[in-house]
């Protein structure tokens, strides 16, 4: 029975010893290169008169492809979507009844409207790891925002009693694909970056969506991917905001995969509209 009960602490203190050294691990990761990152390539050259027209009619397909979905599946028609010109509301459910815009069906002013949403989140994962998310966005009009997120995850290591930090930042210029009244859906491209001994950047994108129902309530999703340094840096977050005029109190759940280490969080925060 001693033995079994040897084997059970060992265990018990080296699952204690990796769960507490997630940031380390992390910064550590992101610090080395990718295993992956180097690849051969090898080119081919061809040549005749018919191949090089072939090229070139395949080339024009792929370019009116791409363009026909930049700009139907991206951007959108502005000629026959109305929902694009949607303004701004002044803050969600100020009229009982608008999100994010103010749907087709609402009296809107003809001034645009320029809002900042602030949203602060406490995020907790265990006793040992915790942290906290700022979310800013600025939307000058309806067309696009700008929005800087910034997260700091502690990590208590009592078996040497020392404290970790590992910062994460991401800074999105966003589109809102679809913007009705009770739902909006969109894209982001930006820039993701961590701190503290890392120091390094990345280029980020991501998807977000809003959906807006009765009662002051509504459900939010978004998620970000990036790599740095050849590592994954990825945050997805789901969360449900109950809304009291120009304020709003949240509580989610988020998930970052920053390098080799996961993160699961719960959070609870809120915020207000300017």
Known sequence: MKKY????????FSSTLYCQNKTEKSKKELNSNS??????????????????????????????????VFKYGLIGDYTMEDHLYNKVS??????????????????????????????DKFLYSNNDLFGNHINLKIRPFQYFYLQADFRLIVEINRIDATNNSLSLSHFNLCYDRVRTG????????????????????????????????????????????????????????????????????????????????TYNFISLGGGIYL
């Not at 009960?5 to 018990?12: A, C, D, K, R, T």
């Not at 998807?207 to 340094?229: C, E, Q, R």
């Not at 949240?250 to 970052?256: C, I, V």
């Open 182 to 261: 009770k739902f909006d859906f969109g894209w982001s491209l930006g820039a993701s970056y961590v701190g503290n001994e890392v120091k390094k950047g990345g280029f980020s994108y991501g998807l977000s969506a809003n959906y807006f129902m009765t009662k002051n309530f509504s459900f939010s999703g978004s998620a970000k991917w990036s790599k740095i340094n050849g590592h994954p840096v990825n945050a997805f977050e789901i969360e449900g905001k109950l809304h009291r005029k120009k304020c709003f109190f949240t509580g989610g759940f988020e998930h970052l995969k920053i390098a080799t280490p």
């Open 35 to 68: 295993s992956s990152s180097s690849s051969s390539t090898t080119t081919s050259r061809s040549s005749g008169s018919d191949n090089g027209e072939e090229l070139g009619l395949a080339a024009e397909l792929f370019l009116n492809i791409g363009l026909g």
């Open 5 to 12: 009960g040897y084997l059970i602490l060992l265990f018990v």
């Open 90 to 119: 002044e803050y969600p459910f100020y009229n009982n009844k608008s999100g994010n815009y103010d749907g087709c069906d609402t009296v809107v002013v003809e001034k645009n409207k320029f809002r900042i949403d602030f949203e």
